[in-house]
């Protein structure tokens, strides 16, 4: 049962543009939402959370959007730079069951110069 | 404050053996959890330990286990390796209280040949 799904396994944006990934998830008790980035056999970086009881959150160039009732989230990264390229990963944290993140599958950002 | 170490970063071990992985929190964390990433499964939940106890596992044989020092330093250990463990394994630390954030180690690397 896979509860955190990113459906797009890889994105190209040009440098300067938007990039938007998308992640959905299937449990409505998760508590709140993280974005990690990852480079190839590097831990995977902390970038942005969002609560659940909130609809956005911003921090710099990123910005995290939850739509809690089609269950989706998104990350906005304005503008695009080609140091973004990595693997994005959401993932959810349901606080009753301690510190156990779901991850999604991730989503491999191009950024072109 | 130092981030997250984790030792070795890169392992190779044979069939059959047991190895052990060590990973030293961010000062002041009391929570540490384990992932395992492969290709195919993604990021996956071990387990978490706080305060020298475990609080939650992950769906992994009993092959895998961990402990948690007083100091929060933690060791994972995988006993009678199979060809299936080879993985890039990795530790994430938090206060582990609230809605804390957790941040990774840069991961071992775990080949069984």
């Known amino acids: 049962d896979q509860q955190v799904k990113q459906n797009s396994p890889s994105l190209s944006v040009q440098e300067g543009r938007i990039s938007i990934l998308n992640c959905d998830y299937t449990?409505?008790?998760?508590?709140?939402f993280l974005w990690y980035k990852k480079y190839p056999a590097e831990g995977p970086t902390f970038l942005i959370s969002?609560?659940?009881?909130?609809d956005k959150n911003e921090d710099g160039r990123f910005t995290v959007f939850l739509n809690k009732s089609a269950k989706h989230l998104s990350l906005h990264i304005v503008p695009s730079q080609p140091g973004d390229s990595a693997v994005y990963f959401c993932?959810?944290?349901?606080?009753?069951?301690?510190?156990?993140?779901?991850f999604g599958s991730g989503t491999r950002l191009l950024v072109r110069p | 404050k130092a981030g997250v170490t984790q030792t070795p970063r890169y392992l190779i071990k044979t069939r059959g053996q047991q190895v052990t992985l060590s990973c030293s929190p961010i000062?002041?964390?009391?929570?540490v959890s384990w992932y395992q990433q492969t290709p195919g499964q993604g990021l996956q939940f071990l387990f978490e330990?706080?305060?020298?106890?475990?609080?939650n596992k992950g769906n992994f044989p009993g092959r895998f286990s961990g402990r948690q020092f007083s100091n929060s330093r933690s060791e994972m250990n995988v006993s009678t390796l199979e060809l299936g463990d080879s993985a890039l394994y990795l530790c994430?630390?938090?206060?582990?209280?609230?809605?804390?954030?957790?941040?990774f180690g840069p991961g071992t690397r775990l080949t069984v040949l």
């Open positions: 994430a630390s938090s206060p582990g209280t609230g809605r804390s954030t957790q941040y």
């Open positions: 449990n409505s008790m998760f508590d709140y």
């Open positions: 969002i609560s659940s009881i909130k």
């Open positions: 993932a959810a944290v349901r606080l009753d069951s301690s510190y156990k993140l779901i």
């Open positions: 000062s002041g964390h009391r929570s």
């Open positions: 330990y706080f305060s020298e106890t475990q609080r």
